[in-house]
C-alpha cells in the first residue's frame, strides 16, 4: 500500500516547507517538490499543516490505584490519543513491592497485549530496589526494549522509594545504558501535611493542594539533580509543575549538568484557583494544579529549553471514582484526563497565543520525547525512513472540547466548554490512515509495542 500526501505545509522540530510525502508501507520513503510517483492512494494537504505524530510519553491506562483503576483501558485510551494527534504513548508498568520487576512486566502485559490501537512502550517503575531487582535492570534495557525507570519520592507506603534505592538503581541504570524518571515530591513532607490537615478536619479538595506545596516539589528536584549529578545517571523529571523545582533543575546547569524536563498541558493552561470549586475533585492530580507565576516560569521554560517535553499524566477516573475521596482528599484517585487534548490545547493555547513557535510546538509535543526515550527517528519526525505517523492539521478550525464529543473513558472533561482553535483532522500510523474526520479507522491491535534503544540522545 502506498500513500502520497501531497502539497502541506511540512512542520519538524527544525523545518517548515511546502512539499509531497510519498509512504510505501509503514514508512515515508521520498519527500519533495512534486514528487512523480503513483500512489495507492492521495491525500492533498493543500493548506493543512502536516507534522509528526504526537508522542506522549506519562500515560496511566488500566492501571491500579488507590484502591481502584483508571477508567480508560488499553483500547480506549490509544484510541482518543489517535482522536488527539498522539501516535505513540508510554505507559508505566508498577511493580509490586515485594514482588520482581518481571512478574508486573507479565501482568501489565496480559493487559496491554492485542488491546492497542495506537503504538505503545513501557517504562517500568521501580518501587523496591534491592538485591533481585537490581539484577532485572539490564534484561529490561537489554531484551525487553524498556530502557527508562520509573521513580516515585512521594506517595509514602505505596509506591515511593528512599534516596539509599534511588542512588542504587542510578547507578545500575547508568551502567546499562537507561534512563531514571522521576515523581519528584517529598513525600515525608506531604504525609505529615496530609495527616495534620486531616486531623484539624480539613477534608476538602483544596487540602490536596495545600499538602503539597511548592517547597514540597523544589525541595525533592534539587534532590534528585544533585543525585543525579553525582551517580553520573541520565535524569528526566516528570509533570514538573513550578518555579522552584525548575530553578532546581536550572541551578544543576550552572554545573553543567542536564536533567530532561517533562511539565503537562493542564500545568501550563490550569491554575489551583480550581480547587476551591464544589467539584474540584475533578482536578486532584499529583502534584497539584499551581500559581499563574508557575504557568508563566513554564512557558519560559520551553523557550528556554529546559523543558523538552509537554506530556498528560493522562490518568482519567471517572466521576464514581473520584467520589470515593467526596469526605476525604486523601482518598480522591489521584489524576487527570488529557491524553486527547494535549495536541490541540498546546496549540490553540501556545502556538496561536504567540507563546511557543510551530517548530517548538513538533518539538515538545512529538520530537524530544522520541529523541530521549530512544525512539527516534523511527518516531518523532517528518523524514526518509522514518515510520509514517503523520497527523494533518487545520491551524484555524474552531471547536468546543466536551464530555459529550471526546473520546475518553472519562464521564467529565477537565476542559469541558474549552474554545480551542486548530484541529487534527487526519491521522496517519505507520504508514496507515487510522483516524479520518473524526472516525477511527482500526481496531484494538493495530497498535504496537515499540521497543525502544539504549542511550537517551543528548538534546
Ligand atoms: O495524579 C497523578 N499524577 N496520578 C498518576 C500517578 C502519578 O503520580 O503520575
Ligand atoms: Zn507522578
Ligand atoms: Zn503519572
Redesign the pocket.
Known amino acids: 500500500m502506498s500513500i502520497l500526501i501531497k502539497k502541506g505545509n511540512i512542520i519538524t522540530a527544525t523545518d517548515n516547507y511546502v512539499a509531497d510525502i510519498f509512504i510505501e508501507g509503514e514508512t515515508i520513503s521520498a519527500i519533495g517538490k512534486n514528487l512523480n510517483v503513483t500512489a495507492d492512494e492521495v491525500i492533498d494537504a493543500t493548506g493543512k499543516l502536516v507534522m509528526p505524530g504526537g508522542v506522549d510519553p506519562h500515560v496511566?491506562l488500566d492501571m491500579p490505584?488507590m484502591g481502584t483503576y483508571s477508567s480508560d483501558n488499553y483500547e480506549t485510551g490509544t484510541r482518543a490519543a489517535l482522536f488527539g494527534g498522539t501516535t505513540t504513548v508510554i505507559d508505566f508498568v508498577l511493580q509490586k513491592q515485594g514482588n520482581s520487576l518481571q512478574a508486573a512486566l507479565q501482568e501489565w502485559k496480559e493487559r496491554s497485549t492485542n488491546n492497542c490501537v495506537g503504538d505503545y512502550s513501557f517504562h517500568m517503575a521501580v518501587t523496591d530496589f534491592n538485591d533481585e531487582t537490581k539484577k532485572e535492570i539490564r534484561h529490561f534495557i537489554e531484551q525487553e526494549g524498556i530502557t527508562s525507570f520509573k521513580t516515585f519520592m512521594a506517595y509514602k507506603g505505596a509506591l515511593m522509594i528512599d534516596d539509599r534505592q534511588m542512588i542504587g538503581l542510578m547507578e545500575e541504570v547508568k551502567k546499562h545504558g537507561g534512563l531514571i524518571n522521576v515523581?519528584a515530591t517529598n513525600g515525608d513532607m506531604i504525609d505529615y501535611l496530609i495527616a495534620k490537615h486531616k486531623s484539624e478536619g480539613k477534608l476538602s479538595p483544596l487540602y490536596h493542594y495545600l499538602s503539597q506545596p511548592e517547597v514540597t516539589e523544589a525541595e525533592a528536584s534539587e534532590r534528585f539533580v544533585e543525585m543525579a549529578g553525582y551517580t553520573g545517571c541520565p535524569g528526566y523529571i516528570?509533570?514538573l509543575t513550578c518555579e522552584g523545582a525548575l530553578n532546581a533543575v536550572r541551578n544543576g546547569t550552572y554545573r553543567n549538568q542536564k536533567v530532561f524536563v517533562e511539565t503537562c498541558i493542564q500545568y501550563l493552561i490550569l491554575d489551583a484557583s480550581l480547587y476551591e470549586r464544589e467539584d474540584g475533585a475533578k482536578w486532584v492530580?499529583?502534584p497539584p494544579l499551581r500559581e499563574k507565576k508557575d504557568q508563566a516560569t513554564l512557558w519560559a521554560g520551553i523557550n528556554q529549553g529546559l523543558v523538552q517535553v509537554v506530556a498528560t499524566?493522562h490518568?482519567p477516573f471517572m466521576w464514581q471514582q473520584k467520589l470515593m475521596g467526596k469526605d476525604d482528599f486523601s482518598k480522591i484517585p489521584?489524576?487527570?484526563p488529557a491524553i486527547e487534548n494535549r495536541i490541540e490545547l498546546l496549540f490553540s493555547e501556545g502556538v496561536n497565543k504567540g507563546k511557543i513557535t510551530l517548530n517548538k510546538f513538533v518539538e515538545v509535543a512529538s520530537t524530544n520525547a522520541a529523541k530521549i526515550f530512544g525512539m527516534f527517528p523511527k518516531k518523532g519526525t517528518i523524514a526518509v525512513d522514518s515510520d509514517a505517523d503523520i497527523i494533518l492539521f487545520d491551524a484555524n478550525e474552531k471547536h468546543t472540547l466536551s464530555a459529550s464529543t471526546h473520546h475518553m473513558n472519562v464521564d467529565y472533561s477537565g476542559y469541558e466548554g474549552w474554545e480551542v482553535t486548530g484541529k487534527v483532522k487526519t491521522v496517519l500510523l505507520r504508514g496507515k490512515v487510522v483516524i479520518n474526520n473524526d472516525e477511527c479507522k482500526v481496531e484494538k491491535g493495530y497498535g504496537r509495542f515499540i521497543k525502544r534503544n539504549k542511550v537517551a540522545q543528548i538534546i
Open positions: 496511566h490505584f515523581h516528570v509533570h492530580m499529583s499524566d490518568c489521584n489524576g487527570h
